[in-house]
Every structure is written in structure tokens, then in C-alpha cells.
Antibody
């Protein structure tokens, strides 16, 4: 059974760079046919796709976040990561990592709350 | 304003059937992109309920079904149970936005 687990700072100040890591267990991140995604949910709002990466390193980003976003993969650690620069209060959200298969997301992490506040 | 439009809420009594709509446009559902549905309980991660319009992952009861027609899709839940009370989200791809899009979510209340 594939499991994903997010880890990150919890509380941040405006203008800082958010770094989140998703650790994958129960399967190899290098397995073909999958892609590794970040999705967030603002408080009381719906889901927002952030971006995803293939194990090869190919990335696809939400155009609205592209200028601040970087997603990378570390196959040796079976992890993938997100960096979002110049955060503001609008980036306060629960951040989920998920595995993409076909066009859907079949496994998700439990989510981690990131709060941006001065 | 979500690209995919869902009703904010639906409700039904135990045992009843409810449907949740997901309305898109010619750049997403209408362009032939598949629709997927997720169930989200409070404080938990979303769970894939329906993929590729009408397929259930292993372990999802057959009370849940999906359909797609034109620029819209629907999730139907029959034999409503108290445990079905959750938020439901649809998901597809949008060629104009070049990315994944979600509906705004629908809160299902079991009366």
C-alpha cells in the first residue's frame, strides 16, 4: 500500500520561501506511469492544483503559481519537494501531496497546514 | 470562482439517492477530458471515488457511480448512509488553462 507523508514548517512569515517534502513509502517514486503532485486547500475553500513532477524530472505547474514555484524529485530518498517563494497570507492552506495515475490522484498524504503570518 | 461548477450543497435522507453535478465547458469536460470524483471527510485527505468518468477504485461501494455527458458530469449516490456525509469534489483537465482543475466542492448532508 502506497503511503505519502508531507512535512513542512507549519508557520511562516510573509516573503519567506515555503519548502515542503513528501515522503513516499510502499512503492518507488521511480515507477513508471505515475506522477507526483501538490494540491492545496485554502481555509474553507475548495482544492487547488499546484503542480506535478514525473520521476524523470519533467514538471507541470499551475500557471498562476509558476513564477514562484519549483517542484523537484529525489529518487534516492523516494521523496519529492515543493518550493514556493515570496509567500503571503494568501498561501495559507493545507498542502497535500498525491500520486497521479492516468488523469486522477489515487493516493494522497494526510496534508500539512501551512500558516503565513507576520 | 472554480472552473468546474458544483452546487454548494445537497442533502438526502438515509436510503435515498442523490446526485451531484459538475458543469464545465468546451475547454475541459466538453473537450473530452475525463472527470474524476473525490470524497473528503473533515480533517482527512481526499479519497478517490470515481476515476475516468465512471470507474470505481477497488473498495469503493457500487452505491457510488459517475457519468458524463457533453460539458457536464454527475456523481450519483444510492442507498444514502450517514457515513456518506462529506464534501465531494470533481476534477478534470482544462486545455485553456493548461492544467488540472477542480470543482468548488459540494457538501452532502444526510438528514
Amino acid at each position: 500500500q502506497v503511503q505519502l507523508q508531507e512535512s513542512g514548517p507549519g508557520l511562516m512569515k510573509p516573503s519567506q520561501t515555503l519548502s515542503l517534502t513528501c515522503s513516499v513509502s510502499g512503492g518507488s517514486i521511480s515507477s513508471g506511469g505515475y506522477y507526483w503532485s501538490w494540491i492545496r486547500q485554502h481555509p474553507g475553500k475548495g482544492l487547488e492544483w499546484i503542480g506535478y513532477i514525473y520521476y524523470s524530472g519533467s514538471t507541470f505547474y499551475n500557471p498562476s503559481l509558476r513564477s514562484r514555484l519549483s517542484i523537484s524529485v529525489d529518487t534516492s530518498k523516494n521523496q519529492f519537494s515543493l518550493k514556493l517563494s515570496s509567500v503571503t497570507a494568501a498561501d495559507t492552506a493545507v498542502y497535500y501531496c498525491a500520486r497521479g495515475f492516468g488523469e486522477s490522484f489515487d493516493y494522497w498524504g494526510p496534508g500539512t497546514l501551512v500558516t503565513v503570518s507576520s | 470562482q472554480s472552473v468546474l461548477t458544483q452546487p454548494p450543497s445537497v442533502s438526502g435522507a438515509p436510503g435515498q439517492r442523490v446526485t451531484i453535478s459538475c458543469t464545465g465547458s468546451s475547454s475541459n469536460i466538453g473537450a473530452g477530458y475525463d472527470v474524476h470524483w473525490y470524497q473528503k471527510l473533515p480533517g482527512t485527505a481526499p479519497k478517490l471515488l470515481i476515476y475516468d468518468n465512471n470507474n470505481r477504485p477497488s473498495g469503493v461501494p457500487d452505491r457510488f457511480s459517475g457519468s458524463k455527458s457533453g460539458t457536464s458530469a454527475s456523481l450519483a449516490i444510492t442507498g444514502l448512509q450517514a457515513e456518506d456525509e462529506a464534501d465531494y469534489y470533481c476534477h478534470s483537465y482544462d486545455s485553456s488553462l493548461s492544467g488540472v482543475v477542480f470543482g468548488g466542492g459540494t457538501k452532502l448532508t444526510v438528514l
